[in-house]
T-cell receptor
């Protein structure tokens, strides 16, 4: 079974600064996908970024980037130039390849951006 | 596109009552997922469907929970009888197989069982 661990329950960052959220996972699979989802106070789950395990290049989406370390099974999210709207819970998630695979989520981390 | 639609947004009921949560996936998507979110257990997958067929219901907590997808545009999650420990936010998500494509989440239904 796959597991996803987010060991930090909460973090705080000053507006305009950079913050990194940690995530580790455990799997014996070689073909899989990793995701970061954002859940603001509105409760809406929003996909932030996705990484395919077969790609060596780290995914980037505007101010969001990941540090994917496959051997270490680590998948951290870096948010640059933090904005007040980044305040939310962030969930790391894992999915094996294949047509009928499913997402396994970590417990989440609450990020607060201070003005 | 209206996104994934869930109803009701909030439901308060008494223990023992039947609760039905509804979901309309995004048109054209062929996979649908039901999740439950609580403080204690986080976000859990309850069941998911591919082309209206249940693929994996191993996350359904017990026989009091049932889910149906009679057609590509509608799904229900039913709890009968409801218990206070069922209080949670229930999310529906839809996507396009293979599932590693993005799943689009609905706004959730906050269920409170008194």
């Amino acid at each position: 079974a796959q597991t996803v661990t987010q060991s930090q329950p909460e973090m705080s960052v000053q507006e305009a600064e950079t913050v990194t959220l940690s995530c580790t996972y455990d799997t014996s699979e070689n073909n899989y996908y990793l995701f970061w989802y954002k859940q603001p106070p509105s409760r809406q789950m929003i996909l932030v970024i996705r990484q395919e395990a077969y790609k060596q290049q780290n995914a980037t989406e505007n101010r969001f980037s990941v540090n994917f370390q496959k051997a270490a099974k680590s998948f951290s999210l870096k948010i640059s130039d933090s904005q007040l709207g980044d305040t939310a819970m962030y969930f790391c998630a894992f999915m094996t390849g294949g047509a009928n695979s499913k997402l396994t989520f970590g417990k989440g981390i609450t990020l607060s951006v201070r003005p | 596109d209206a996104g994934v639609i869930q109803s009701p947004r909030h439901e308060v009921t008494e223990m023992g009552q039947e609760v039905t949560l509804r979901c309309k996936p995004i048109s054209g998507h062929n996979s649908l997922f039901w999740y439950r979110q609580t403080m204690m257990r986080g976000l859990e997958l309850l069941i998911y469907f591919n082309n209206n067929v249940p693929i994996d219901d191993s996350g359904m907590p017990e026989d009091r929970f049932s889910a149906k997808m009679p057609n590509a545009s509608f799904s229900t999650l039913k709890i009968q009888p409801s218990e206070p420990r069922d209080s949670a936010v229930y999310f529906c998500a839809s996507g396009w197989t293979p599932s590693y494509n993005e799943q689009f989440f609905g706004p959730g239904t906050r269920l409170t069982v008194l």
